[in-house]
């Protein structure tokens, strides 16, 4: 059973850091690779940053600059690392693999950004 659990989500101030987790089980991101996703307020769910099998990280152009994803194979584990957060930052994040066509989701980890 695939399970893809974040955390690492919360409150921070405008221009502060945040670093999300994307626990895998049951599913390797070194061979299926990984994807951030986020929810804004209002707008439709958007890929934030994605890594491959083999290590190569791809961003969105939007996204390039303040987000950083990296994976640690032994723990099984993705992160995304959000620098200089702004409020309009503020959302949900999920993280999202696939395997044999077919899509599996975490249940996504809040983060607020103050003003």
């Known amino acids: 059973q695939v399970q893809l659990v974040e955390s690492g989500g919360g409150l921070v101030q405008a221009g502060g850091s945040l670093r999300l987790s994307c626990a895998a089980s049951?599913?390797?991101?070194?061979?299926?690779?990984m994807n951030w996703y986020r929810q804004v307020p209002g707008n439709q769910r958007e890929l934030v940053a994605a890594?491959?099998?083999?290590?190569?990280?791809n961003y969105p152009d939007s996204m390039k600059g303040r987000f950083t994803i990296s994976g640690d194979r032994v723990k099984n584990t993705v992160y995304l690392q959000i620098h200089s957060l702004k409020p309009e930052d503020t959302g949900v994040y999920y993280c999202?693999?696939?395997?044999?066509?077919?899509?599996?989701w975490g249940q996504g980890t809040q983060v607020t950004v103050s003003s």
């Open positions: 890594i491959t099998g083999g290590g190569t990280t």
């Open positions: 049951g599913i390797q991101f070194a061979i299926n690779g």
């Open positions: 999202h693999t696939s395997r044999n066509w077919r899509d599996y």
